[in-house]
């Protein structure tokens, strides 16, 4: 079984940018899509990004398009996140996903490994 650990979260003012890692126990992952989710308290788990291992394709939420950046190298991944906002305040989680396809993943259901998360907090 693999393991995922995300790091780099912390508190931050808004507008300001963190980047967020998400690294891998084995190699198995680089043959994983990467995705990205957040919770923040009171609300459901959310879809942020992911990237396919194939092509390198992303996806985001509109919520984060344009100012978060995934991106991958092997079994690790990155989140960069710029222009942050107080609403972006939550426990933010890295996910993989065994495919043969290059069509993106939103759904939580559909990831296999999670990390523990790392927490982001804006302050306004």
């Known amino acids: 079984q693999g393991h995922l650990a995300e790091s780099g979260g912390g508190l931050v003012q808004a507008g300001g940018s963190l980047r967020l890692s998400c690294e891998a126990s084995?190699?198995?992952?680089?043959?994983?899509?990467m995705g990205w989710f957040r919770q923040a308290p009171g609300k459901e788990r959310e879809f942020v990004a992911a990237?396919?291992?194939?092509?390198?394709g992303t996806t985001y939420a509109d919520s984060v398009k344009g100012r978060f950046t995934i991106s991958k190298d092997g079994a690790k991944n990155w989140l960069q996140m710029t222009s942050l906002k107080p609403e972006d305040t939550a426990v933010y989680y890295c996910?993989?996903?065994?495919?043969?396809?290059?069509?993106?993943?939103?759904?939580?259901?559909?990831?296999?490994?999670w990390g523990q998360g790392t927490q982001v907090t804006v302050s306004s």
């Open positions: 084995t190699n198995i992952f680089s043959t994983y899509d």
């Open positions: 996910a993989a996903r065994y495919t043969i396809s290059t069509t993106i993943a939103r759904a939580r259901d559909a990831y296999d490994y």
């Open positions: 990237i396919s291992w194939i092509d390198s």
